[in-house]
C-alpha cells in the first residue's frame, strides 16, 4: 500500500470504529494479519481500470443499510 503501515493502535481505530473492541492480544494476533491482506491488495493499485464499471454497486437507500438497531 505505498508504504503506508498499519499500526496496532490504527487497528484498535478501525476496530472501534467498526464497533468492536479488542483488547492488546487480540491487536498483536491480528496485526500481522491485516498487515499481509493490506499488502496484497497493494497490486490493485497499479491496475489499469479505465473505463472498467465497478462489479458491485451499493446503495444507501437499501433496506437495513445505516440502520444501527
Known sequence: MSGSRITKETL????????????????EEL????????????GVESLDLEGVEPAVGFRVDAPGVGKHE
Open 12 to 27: 484498535a481505530a478501525m476496530a472501534a470504529a467498526a464497533g468492536l473492541e479488542l483488547g492488546d492480544d487480540k491487536l
Open 31 to 42: 496485526l500481522p494479519q491485516v498487515t499481509q491482506a493490506m499488502e496484497s491488495l497493494g
